[in-house]
């Protein structure tokens, strides 16, 4: 079966694309051919996995996700992007560049409060945004697990951990 599902983000979020702007910014964001951000499937497969191994089901696990690089795992998640009617109307008024936006950040000395030198660093950020992907190949007994697996990811991507990146997923229910 496939498994759709919305990923709906609440703040600011940042998948990286490993890629600089040169002086400008530190880390930019994943990118399609179109400029629109995305969220690649192996980051949602492995957040689901990481996710997975906390309900103790080594079944669901090894059959959705693999087993550990000897068998691999029978879903394949697509890449999570807007919806192609967004995408469309996004592009066709050419307003990519206002789905980004530039937040700064420096590390401040504990001993003297002031600002260390070169420490200053910028990164791209997405704005909040709705996107939509899928899983397919999702053996029929395991809808209930992906399912609770994707609603247990509540953060994603870079500084996930100092306020970037809220979500949650909405898993579409007549499939």
Known sequence: MTLRYQLKFYDYWHIGSGLSAGARLDSTVIKDQNDLPYVAGKIIKGLSRE???TLDDADFVNTC???NGI???KCYFSNAQLLETTAKHICSLNLQSNLYDIIASTKI???NGVAEDNSLREIEVVVPLELCGEIRDLPENYKE???RSLKMIKRM???RNRGLGRCEFFVEENQ
């Open 51 to 53: 996710m997975a191994e």
């Open 65 to 67: 996700f693999g087993n």
């Open 71 to 73: 068998e691999m795992g």
């Open 109 to 111: 000395d504990e001993t």
């Open 145 to 147: 697990a992906m399912t």
């Open 157 to 159: 991507g870079l500084n």
